[in-house]
């Protein structure tokens, strides 16, 4: 099992879904995850994807950071915080909604190859090399897609930056 190759075909997946649980990027959790996968390689049954095996993982080491996070908390200050962070206002919630509906239609008005590569591989976190597979093309082609799709959805969404 090449550990390096591990890493490289599902970073995209796990940062992302340590971003939706938590809500913050967070290089240490996502270190742990591999840590994880690496000291239990071996406890891995070949029934599932091994994908699957390691999304697990992140969900759970993401899940377990969110637990404490909540316990080792005992300022004033950090419990307001949290409390303040964990509320979303009405304002807040129609910025939100609002943003997320101007990337999507961004999003929706590329054009398809360049869709089809970003939902691929942003969205979903499909690896450049899974998403040349799925995609039956060359992966310096779904590279060049996402170049130039990303460089349109900024020129789109500069309002927003």
């Known amino acids: 099992m090449d550990f390096k ?17 938590t809500k913050e990027e967070n290089d240490d959790l996502e270190q742990e995850v591999y840590i994880k996968v690496w000291k ?8 599932g994807s091994f994908k ?16 404490t996070r909540k316990t080792n908390s005992t300022s004033d200050e ?25 990337i999507i239609n961004a999003v929706n008005h590329l054009k398809p190859k360049f869709k089809q590569v970003i939902i691929l591989c942003e969205i979903q976190g499909y690896s450049y090399e ?8 060359p992966l310096g082609t779904v590279k060049s897609r996402i170049y130039n799709a990303k460089k349109e959805l900024a020129e789109k969404l500069k309002d927003l930056m």
């Open 130 to 137: 899974e998403c040349a597979q799925k995609l039956k093309c």
């Open 52 to 67: 699957s095996w390691i999304n697990t993982i992140a969900k759970n080491v993401s899940k377990d950071y969110l637990k």
């Open 40 to 47: 239990n390689s071996d406890k891995y049954i070949d029934k």
């Open 78 to 102: 950090t419990v307001l915080n949290t409390i303040k962070d964990q509320r979303t206002t009405p304002d807040l919630r129609l910025v939100q909604n609002e943003r997320q509906t101007t």
């Open 5 to 21: 190759e591990i890493i490289k075909k599902n970073q995209n997946n796990v940062k992302n879904i340590i971003r939706l649980i």
